[in-house]
């Protein structure tokens, strides 16, 4: 009598270890940061746009660069991530059309990020802020631009996103090494 009470505690106290095993496991996986980007999460996307955001990506078709949109939009503001990629074959000459995009604003080298990286503010005319960057991993050409629709931002300031631009840029073309 005495072994089947104690088989019976050992039983109940295996399904409790096993279903709190389970739910565990259950959340970890519920948690986990979305990567439909390639080369950045959106968990890290999110951290450097201050908030929760939402990416979505489109492959490379029919000589378009591949797209990650990453974006967050709050009560009276939209934040954004674009990152764009393509192979080309002479990405010296792309890069230095990608960065006619800087217009007035001559871009600033960024030292250590893939090769022959730049960055600048863009003036879109509008009354937000913008920063681009441009460089190129071997053959692969790449963009970032953070944008907020916010001119006075208190999250994405102009220093602010200077500085997440220059993050995203670490992340991206660590990822296309």
């Known amino acids: 009598m005495a072994s089947n009470w104690k088989t019976g ?7 409790r270890c096993a279903s709190l095993l389970l739910v565990v496991l259950c959340l970890a996986v519920c948690a986990e940061a979305k990567n439909n980007c390639p ?18 990506f489109t ?5 378009q ?17 674009r990152i764009t990629v393509d192979v080309v074959p002479d990405t010296h000459m792309h890069l230095q059309t990608a960065a006619q995009a800087c217009g007035k604003n001559a871009p600033a080298p960024l030292q250590a990020i893939g ?13 937000g ?17 953070i944008t907020t629709t916010l001119k006075d931002d ?5 220093m602010s996103l200077k500085e997440r631009a220059y993050t995203a840029s670490e992340q991206v073309a660590g990822n296309l090494f």
Do not use: H, Y
Request: hydrophobic residues 45%; proline residues 4%.
């Open 129 to 145: 802020l913008s920063e681009l960057v441009v460089g190129r991993v071997r053959d692969q050409l790449f963009t970032i631009t």
């Open 59 to 63: 492959e490379a078709a029919n000589g």
């Open 115 to 127: 090769n022959e990286a730049s960055m600048c503010a863009l003036d879109t005319r509008t009354p």
């Open 154 to 158: 208190l999250i994405l300031t102009r």
């Open 9 to 15: 505690i050992i039983v109940k106290l295996t399904l």
């Open 65 to 81: 660069p591949a797209v990650c949109t990453i974006t967050q939009t709050g009560p009276n503001f939209t934040r954004t991530m």
């Open 39 to 56: 080369w950045i999460n959106e968990a890290t996307a999110s951290g450097l746009l201050g908030g929760d955001a939402v990416g979505d």
